[in-house]
């Protein structure tokens, strides 16, 4: 390729999670291009797949940002935002009652709640959102979804009539429900779950089985939660437990399904289609995508891969920039990628590659140029 024949190159990179936000990662990509062939036209497009980043991802964009403050997931007050173009609101779950929002870091398994993501919605259909997309990853919290539902006006009742608090565990003593006092928007607005896992509730491939010891659960614990939330199905709604997503972020999934009338899609997916990707491909030679593992997760609806097929269906090549990749070379061609940069091939040691992950991108982009934009 010539550099007369250079039009556009698009950037469409995810975080490179534990070092730079999508966005970062886009500007140090677009630097090192820049440095080398400084006529190209750099579009920067950062995205993500429903986890944390999803907000930032929609801002970037162009969309406003809505801030505003809602507890987390041990009920303290803290700052939060979502995006609103028109009547669409995009929340993400990280950003109100995610991991990161665990005060000093400290797990809270049994207690941990989704109530907060509740006020954000009610808050979102307060304003006049009617369509709400919400981003599930990087929960804290193994309610069922339970909390979301309170905070937008249900009631769950124990066995005397008593208002249950927040949290997993508690729902063991659920004995009713009462949607009565839901938030009237609800049954107006159409809600979709940005989502990449596709785990029922309950069972060996549910909330708790699989996610619950990564919010700190032991094993008193996941016996506690999994019968916890057996009996918050069987009282929400026992036909959804084992739909596909019912588990995502600790059971949000369900919740959501049987209280909102939600469906889940991909993560990705309905990422492109709100920021309209495809027309943001008009004029590009080039794409480059990546996060900050390429492993055979990835090959699972996560936003590279996502990213790549939409591309290539216009007709565009596609490079990968990882901080690292587990796939073998004939895997990575497998997945339509034209080539493939690893930060971890100019900096082995992975924490000084996450340390300079920017300046290794500027790195990689020129390199990039050289490689793919000139003659």
């Known amino acids: 390729m010539t550099r007369e024949a250079v039009r556009r190159v698009v950037l469409a990179p995810d975080k490179f999670k534990g070092s730079l936000t999508a966005p970062q990662v886009a500007a140090a990509l677009a630097d090192g291009i820049a440095g080398v062939v400084p006529e190209v036209r750099i579009r920067q497009v950062p995205v993500a797949d429903g986890g944390d980043g999803t907000v930032d991802a929609f801002v970037a964009a162009g969309w406003p940002r809505v801030e505003l403050t809602a507890p987390g997931p041990t009920g303290v007050l803290g700052p939060t935002s979502y995006a609103r173009h028109e009547a669409t609101a995009v929340l993400e779950l990280a950003a109100v009652v995610g991991l990161a929002k665990l005060p000093g ?3 809270d398994p049994l207690g941990a709640s989704t109530f907060g993501l509740g006020v954000v919605i ?3 259909l307060d304003h006049g959102a009617t369509d709400i997309v919400i981003g599930l990853g990087g929960s804290a919290s193994t309610d069922g979804g339970a909390g ?6 249900a009631r769950i009742l124990d066995a005397d009539g008593r208002e249950l608090p927040h949290g997993g565990a508690v ?3 659920a004995q009713r429900l009462d949607r009565t006092g839901m ?7 159409t809600f979709t779950l940005a989502c990449d896992v596709d785990n029922p509730l309950l069972g060996p491939a549910g909330a708790v089985a699989i996610y619950a010891p990564q919010k700190g ?5 996941l016996e506690t939660l999994e019968s916890a939330l057996t009996t918050w199905a069987r009282l929400a709604g026992p036909d959804f437990a084992n739909e596909p997503g019912a588990g995502a972020a600790g059971g949000t999934g369900f919740g959501a399904l049987a209280l909102l009338g939600a469906k889940v899609r991909s993560g990705i997916e309905v990422i492109l289609e709100l920021l309209d990707f495809p027309a943001l491909l008009d004029g590009a030679c ?3 995508t990546g996060e900050g593992s390429l492993d055979t997760q990835s090959l699972h609806g996560k936003a590279p891969i996502g990213v790549c097929e939409t591309a290539r269906k216009a007709g565009l090549p596609v490079i990968a920039v990882v901080g690292r990749t587990l796939l ?3 895997e990575i061609r497998a997945a339509g990628f034209a080539a493939c940069y690893a930060l971890t091939d100019l900096e082995p040691d992975p924490a000084r590659s996450i340390a300079d992950a920017s300046q290794l991108l500027r790195r990689v982009g020129a390199r990039l140029a050289d490689e793919h934009l000139t003659g």
């Open 328 to 330: 073998a070379a004939q």
């Open 286 to 288: 080039l794409v480059v």
């Open 105 to 107: 870091g400290q797990p």
């Open 217 to 221: 659960a032991g094993p008193a614990d």
């Open 183 to 189: 938030h009237p928007g609800i049954a107006s607005a």
């Open 148 to 153: 979301l539902a309170q905070a937008l006006g």
């Open 171 to 173: 729902l063991a003593h």
């Open 122 to 124: 009610a808050h979102a």
